[in-house]
């Protein structure tokens, strides 16, 4: 549930190549003040697929995109079966070495703070403090009538007293927590209503088609303005929501290092783009450094 993106982006042949040395990703990380931008990517390694990486879901998966949400009951019929069986498998994910090597490289100063397109709190789980959602997080839910705000944890509660027997497998999880499933899977799931009004109920993410809350992009544009470098990990930046923060950090004058197996649309933009894996990267990183890593 992002921004909808630019779907038939792909790379161009002049794109720089990637590069196998993170040196400059420790260069930066020593240094100090160095904020993160962590996309879909640095999950991966937590059973959480991303988009466009290899196996990506959008081969096989478009996201539902806020306008049908909030038009369409049968679309919510659909979006709440999947995400209710999807977050069974979502809440159960934990933190691999990117996201606790983040976590590490913050409680030693270096990192200020994280901004993160993700929606599912593994950068929090880890220890991360000063984590912007820039998308949300699924962990709760949002009434569109009243606004009154639900523990993802107890709607899944009432989700399954409605709907007893309700288990289909699935072929497959994605980034924003859906699970595929077909229409007769589907079958006649029932959602259930806001508790204190009865309205529809929406997960607290920016679903593809909405936009992300004014405050809270200023609220990452303070913290790129206040960091030294930007240190991108895990995101292709093919959507404006996080690849406007690269730029600013670039007109800045500001050093910005990608962390990401494929090219990003942000690359001409960068120092350098290493193409490994990310816990590969950070765990080698925070061994140069003398940054202890929980395991």
Same mark, same amino acid.
């Given at each position: ?112 703070? &994280?901004?993160? #397109?993700? /929606?599912?709190?593994?950068?929090? @789980? ?9 998308? %949300? =997080? ?73 936009? &992300?809350?004014? #405050?809270? /992009?200023?609220?990452?544009?303070? @913290? ?5 470098s930007l240190l991108v990990l %895990? =995101? ?36 350098a783009r290493v193409s490994l ?19």
């Amino acid at each position: 549930m992002r921004m909808r993106p630019t779907l038939n982006w792909v790379p161009d042949g002049d794109l720089p190549p990637g590069t196998s040395d993170w040196g400059p990703v420790a260069d930066v990380l020593g240094r100090g003040n160095a904020l993160v931008l962590s996309g879909a990517g640095i999950s991966t390694e937590s059973g959480i697929p991303d988009y466009r990486g290899e196996g990506g879901s959008l081969s096989r998966h478009t996201p539902m995109t806020y306008q049908e949400f909030v038009s369409d009951p049968q679309a919510r019929r659909r979006y709440w079966a999947r995400s209710h069986l999807g977050w069974r498998v979502f809440g159960r994910a934990r933190p691999n070495a990117g996201h606790r090597a983040v976590a590490a490289f913050q409680r030693q100063g270096l990192v200020p703070g &994280v901004i993160t #397109q993700n /929606v599912d709190g593994l950068h929090q @789980a880890a220890g991360s403090e000063n984590v912007v959602e820039l998308h %949300g =997080s699924l962990d709760r839910v949002v009434c569109l009538s009243c606004g009154a705000v639900e523990a993802r944890g107890d709607l899944a509660v009432r989700l399954t007293e409605a709907n007893e027997g309700f288990a289909p497998v699935a072929a497959g999880i994605n980034p924003d927590g859906d699970a595929d499933l077909t229409d007769d899977q589907v079958g006649d799931f029932r959602p259930v209503p806001c508790t204190v009004c009865g309205g529809v109920l929406k997960p607290d993410v920016v679903f593809f088609g909405e936009a &992300v809350p004014p #405050q809270r /992009v200023e609220q990452c544009r303070e @913290a790129v303005r206040a960091a030294d470098s930007l240190l991108v990990l %895990g =995101s292709s930046l093919t959507v404006m929501s996080g690849l406007r923060f690269v730029r600013q950090a670039a007109e800045a004058g500001k050093p910005v290092l990608i962390v990401n197996r494929d090219p990003t649309r942000g690359d001409r933009l960068a120092l350098a783009r290493v193409s490994l894996p990310l816990g590969e990267v950070l765990t080698g990183v925070a061994d140069r450094l003398g940054v202890p890593v929980p395991h």
